[in-house]
């Protein structure tokens, strides 16, 4: 019965240092990027990099729909010359 719960203890320790471990390797993880976000983007927490996503996600979709009105009156002006060719 003893050898039992040792061999049951050991397994539990295992399973905690293997734990211990992913939690320090994803903590390194979130480290290394929180620090990529201020260096790159002067981000200094991820509510910051939420903040700043929304509005480069806002302003490429306005350079998008300007580029493409842009397009159209391009298409518009020369289509005719540009089907000749």
């Not at 905690?16 to 990529?36: F, I, S, T, V």
């Not at 350079?63 to 060719?85: C, M, R």
Request: a negative charge; one cysteine or more.
């Amino acid at each position: 019965m003893s050898k039992d719960i040792v061999e049951r203890y050991q397994i539990l320790a295992q399973q905690a240092d293997q734990l211990k471990e992913r939690r320090d390797k994803a903590q390194g993880a979130l480290e290394h990027l929180l620090e990529e976000l201020q260096e790159k983007f002067e981000c200094d927490n991820l509510k910051d990099a939420e903040t700043l996503l929304k509005k480069m996600q806002q302003k490429a979709k306005a350079s998008s729909e300007a580029f493409e009105e842009a397009v159209e009156e391009f298409e518009d002006k020369w289509g005719d010359v540009l089907n000749e060719f």
